[in-house]
């Protein structure tokens, strides 16, 4: 699917989503028509291309509807680099705090891991003939390599006589046979003795006032590092082990890093995603004046305002514009309003969307239908000790009924209530397994079951202690 990321239209974008989040069709809506013209900008063969901006996208809606959801799952329909910040973690320029260019730097370094990973898929086969050709090095040396013996006719070359054959015609044969045994998965836990790459450590403490920021630090990591000579150490694996290890870094020489990194500043500009959760929690309360914490929420968001319009950000790997990065903002606005944010950054999330609160009817088909459901994901957990869960039907409704009503009573946190009820309905099976219910038995809730085991948590008036 996310090959053909470039033939996804919104409609097919939002059915991708329906697949794990339910309801919210506005939202989904809404993300994937901003998704669809990316690719449309990308195909705009006129000087205008670069001129056309994203619609960023303000979300407002009480926690647990599905605002996060929504936006990490856009990333993963299109394969996009995708960073999650709180807007309440930040602090304005001189105070003590990360700055807001850190969700930047966050964004690219996303950006570098799914280049890197797209590029070691690339060179994947051509890197593990290497890793078999150096595994075969250790276990048959090459004959020229000081202190070679011939191999006996008890290492696995029994077919042809070892006193008339060359040592190079012994070594190729006896290699072929290893390295037909390792195709067979045969010498996996044999141990060998590798040389590891080692990164010497490098600390930088506190220069100056303390005020260098990532970027620049990690610059100075990176430069000293280089500069300094690669040391190896000797380690003692089993060929399973050894093998991720030297795939790693046989993949890194066939991979040119300025090419990777040129490339994710790259995808980072077109197709990155940031989320700015809790983006109500930085604005100025209404009827309030402007001094006290105001003062510093303001100097957030006017922090946040040249990036989110547009501007040149510094990492360790390069300079990287936000002009086309998607910004998606959320918050519930329960104290504030988004007309609370300043004039400026307001303009720029022109997209508003209100996510509705989760009904019993929502939760029941949460529970039932997304391909990542918590009853599927209970039951996957059950089935690793091959004992197996099952839910009748109006059990479903039940735990929907009543993680609903605890939402109603105590505090509405939306669907992630399933979690604690889900929780405190299943984790007695959990403790006993395996060691009371054992391999290959069947575990079936019920409606009455449901109702017996949730019934303390629905008749304490004081929920607290349930609440996420």
Request: charge should be negative; avoid cysteine; proline fraction near 4%.
């Amino acid at each position: 699917m996310r090959n053909d990321i470039n033939h996804l239209t919104p409609r097919q974008i939002v059915g991708e989503l329906d697949k794990y989040i339910i309801g919210q069709h506005d939202a989904k809506r809404n993300v994937a028509i901003a998704l669809r013209n990316r690719i449309r900008r990308m195909n705009v063969n006129s000087d205008i291309q670069k001129d056309i901006v994203p619609n960023n996208i303000l979300m407002i809606g009480s926690t647990g509807v599905g605002k996060t959801e929504i936006a990490r799952r856009l990333a993963k329909v299109a394969n996009a680099p995708f960073t999650k910040v709180e807007a309440s973690k930040f602090t304005e320029v001189g105070y003590v705090g990360r700055d807001v260019e850190s969700m930047v730097r966050d964004l690219v370094e996303q950006s570098v891991h799914l280049v890197r990973e797209q590029k070691n898929e690339q060179v994947k086969e051509k890197a593990a003939e290497a890793v078999e050709e150096a595994i075969l090095d250790i276990l048959i040396p090459p004959v020229k390599s000081p202190g070679f013996m011939k191999p006996t006719a008890a290492q696995g070359v029994q077919d042809f006589n070892p006193e008339s054959a060359s040592e190079d015609e012994l070594n190729e044969r006896t290699r072929d046979r290893f390295r037909e045994k390792l195709k067979n998965g045969e010498l996996e836990d044999r141990k060998i003795e590798i040389n590891v790459k080692q990164s010497p450590p490098v600390g930088i403490g506190m220069i100056g006032n303390g005020m260098m920021d990532d970027a620049s630090m990690a610059g100075i990591q990176d430069m000293i590092s280089g500069m300094m000579p690669k040391r190896t150490k000797k380690r003692k694996l089993t060929i399973a082990e050894a093998r991720k290890v030297l795939m790693e870094e046989e993949a890194s020489k066939l991979i040119d890093f300025d090419e990777v990194k040129e490339e994710a500043i790259k995808l980072a500009e077109n197709n990155g995603i940031i989320f700015i959760d809790e983006i109500d929690k930085i604005a100025s309360k209404s009827g309030k004046g402007s001094g006290g914490p105001d003062v510093s929420r303001e100097g957030v968001q006017r922090d946040l305002l040249p990036i989110v319009e547009g501007s040149a950000v510094n990492t360790k790997y390069g300079i990287i514009n936000t002009d086309h990065v998607l910004f998606i903002a959320a918050g519930a606005f329960h104290v504030s309003k988004p007309s609370d944010l300043i004039p400026e950054l307001q303009g720029r999330f022109p997209i508003r969307v209100e996510l509705s609160s989760l009904t019993e009817e929502d939760f029941y088909r949460i529970l039932k239908e997304p391909k990542n459901a918590l009853t599927k994901q209970y039951q996957a957990l059950f089935e690793a000790e091959e004992v197996y869960l099952e839910f009748n039907d109006e059990s479903i409704r039940e735990i929907a009924k009543l993680a609903f009503k605890i939402n109603e009573e105590v505090e509405n946190i939306g669907a992630r209530r399933l979690h604690t009820v889900m929780s405190h309905l299943l984790n007695d099976f959990l403790f006993d397994v395996p060691d009371t219910i054992e391999p290959n038995s069947k575990i079936m809730i019920t409606k009455e079951m449901v109702q017996e085991r949730l019934s303390t948590l629905v008749q304490n008036r004081d929920l607290s202690q349930y609440i996420l």
